[in-house]
């Protein structure tokens, strides 16, 4: 699974990890993803989403036919 949300667009981060004697090795920071499957009243059918957990929050509070309408004005497909 791609560690990429479809509606943030938020993806893994890249730094170091700093020791106690200060030597420096590469280390990436995942963001929290998940599949959600939801419901699409209008077009009837189920579709699957790879989101942050961040963004099920989103979809909760604006619903799914707008963060659709959103992904989609992005150019991914749904």
């Not at 993806?11 to 959600?36: A, E, L, Y």
């Amino acid at each position: 699974m791609s560690a990429h949300c479809q509606l943030t667009g938020v993806k893994p981060v890249f730094g170091n990890n700093v020791s106690h004697s200060h030597r420096r090795t590469r280390r990436r920071w995942d963001p929290n993803i998940q599949q959600r499957r939801y419901w699409l009243p209008g077009e009837g059918r189920y579709v699957r989403l790879t989101l942050s957990a961040r963004a099920i929050k989103t979809i909760d509070r604006i619903g799914i036919n707008k963060a659709i309408a959103q992904i989609r004005a992005r150019g991914e497909k749904v």
